[in-house]
């Protein structure tokens, strides 16, 4: 059974802090994305990777940076939290392009 | 642009009644076409993609490419498929899966 895991249900922080989410998955996954999901605009494509050390970005890069230094590990970075980046995160992992996505729990993220 | 449209936020139907959630994309290419449903306090899971043509909790859903949809359909609708649905696209050999606004299906008895 896959497992996507996120470090934390819920978060708070303060603005203008560092915030780290970080997520693993257990099955060799190739492709690992981070969503931002907001009522009435669904997920929204933050960054994803599809090798480690590799990263494109997705629909809203602005104020985030990930890191994948390993296969399993892919890190989702704040530089400097702000309000409008309160939000749920989800972490997904897929084994190569066009195949099933699995998801994290989530992690309720506010900054305030 | 690749964009996924879902024109409905909530849909209300009754137990027993038919269910029809819209989906439609842009894409230059030939996508994959999926839906993924998210229960109350579960993490979010696929439910079917077009290419296995399968039924799952008695869903189906049609790719039709001459009007870029991907309506998602049941028959008779059951209260636990009360959920949020999403609808989401994944170009070949690209590896982005890009979603919806997402619809928030209440069956109600």
């Known amino acids: 059974d896959v497992k996507v895991t996120q470090s934390s249900r819920y978060l708070v922080k303060r603005t203008g802090e560092k915030v780290f989410l970080e997520c693993v998955q257990d099955?060799?996954?190739?492709?690992m994305f981070w969503y931002r999901q907001d009522p009435g605009l669904g997920l929204r494509l933050i960054y994803f990777?599809?090798?480690?050390?590799?990263?494109e970005k997705g629909d809203i890069p602005e104020g985030y940076s990930v890191s994948r230094e390993k296969k399993e590990r892919f890190s989702l970075i704040l530089e400097s939290a702000s309000t409008n980046q309160t939000s749920m995160y989800l972490c997904a992992s897929s084994l190569t392009a066009n195949t099933e996505a699995f998801f994290g729990q989530g992690t309720r993220l506010t900054v305030v | 642009a690749q964009r996924v449209t879902q024109p409905e936020k909530l849909l209300s139907v009754f137990k027993g009644a038919p269910v029809e959630l819209k989906c439609n994309y842009s894409?230059?290419?030939?996508?994959?076409l999926f839906w993924y449903v998210q229960y109350s306090r579960q993490r979010l899971q696929l439910l079917l993609r077009?290419?296995?043509?399968?039924s799952i909790k008695g869903f189906t859903a049609d790719l039709n490419k001459g009007e870029t949809s991907f309506h998602l359909k049941k028959p008779f609708a059951q209260e636990e498929d009360s959920a949020m649905y999403y609808c989401?696209?994944?170009?070949w050999g690209w590896g982005k899966l890009q979603f919806g606004a997402g619809t928030q299906v209440v069956v109600t008895p």
């Open positions: 894409y230059s290419g030939s996508p994959e």
């Open positions: 989401a696209l994944s170009g």
């Open positions: 099955m060799d996954h190739e492709n």
């Open positions: 077009h290419i296995s043509r399968e």
């Open positions: 990777s599809y090798d480690v050390k590799m990263k």
